[in-house]
């Protein structure tokens, strides 16, 4: 079964969109999984929510993406595409927070549906805050932690 992954307008998403859409929030290490640990990550959201999807990343996740870009070797590499996917097929949404653990966390508490991450300090606040969290699990594959 193929599922299709459709973005929202801004318009949707202020209007609440369909009830059948699951909004996700990507951190920087998300956006970098295609290169560094050859995951197809819109793929396996596909596979592993089966709905609409769309995916929001925090303005400073961008920036910290751009930053890393700039940097040599995998690391990168995988920050140049995880910018161009962010800038391709992910709704970028401003927060109140710089840093971006904390931005991802700001958006997850207003309601977003769950949040796409590797990094287990940022994994652990999510979960204790009661969110979704979809992570690596063996070699190519994503899989959800429920609070």
């Known amino acids: 079964m193929t599922t299709e992954t459709r973005h929202r307008t801004d318009s949707e998403a202020d209007a609440g969109g369909d009830a059948a859409t699951t909004t996700v929030v990507?951190?920087?290490n998300a956006l970098m999984m295609p290169v560094e640990l050859d995951v197809r990550l819109f793929d396996e959201l596909?596979?592993?929510?089966?709905?609409?999807v769309d995916l929001v990343v925090p303005a400073p996740v961008v920036g910290e993406?751009?930053?890393?870009?700039?940097?040599?070797?995998?690391e990168g590499v995988a920050a140049s595409v995880g910018s161009d996917l962010a800038a391709d097929r992910c709704r970028v949404?401003?927060?109140?927070?710089?840093?971006?653990?904390?931005a991802v966390v700001e958006l997850a508490e207003r309601g977003f549906d769950c949040v796409v991450?590797?990094?287990?300090?940022?994994r652990d606040r999510l979960l204790e805050r009661g969110v979704r969290v979809?992570?690596?699990r063996g070699h190519h594959k994503l899989d959800i932690t429920e609070p």
């Open 26 to 28: 990507l951190d920087t």
């Open 46 to 52: 596909d596979r592993l929510l089966a709905a609409n």
């Open 65 to 74: 993406l751009e930053k890393l870009s700039a940097g040599a070797g995998t």
């Open 93 to 102: 949404v401003d927060t109140d927070a710089t840093y971006a653990d904390d």
């Open 117 to 122: 991450t590797n990094d287990k300090p940022l």
């Open 134 to 136: 979809i992570g690596i």
